[in-house]
């Protein structure tokens, strides 16, 4: 199972990228999770300035912005 972490406050930017992560994750028929960390301190943790950020198994792949479904798809696999 993926664990997925989304970084970030709530903004629209947030959820997009949570759209993009599930979506890209669902394309590849994939068992996942996703669970969204809005906590400062908790995104700092991870060593992220600029938010929103995709944490992948404890990995950050990205951040600052939103990439592509394909993108993703690309970081999932």
Known sequence: MKDLKILGTGCAK??????????AAKELGLDYEV??????????????????ALVVDGEVKVSGKVPSVEDVKAMLV
């Not at 947030?14 to 979506?23: D, G, M, P, V, Y």
């Open 14 to 23: 947030c959820q997009k990228l949570t759209e993009t992560a599930e979506a």
């Open 35 to 52: 669970e969204k960390v809005t906590r400062i301190d908790d995104i700092m943790a991870f060593g992220v300035m600029v938010t929103p």
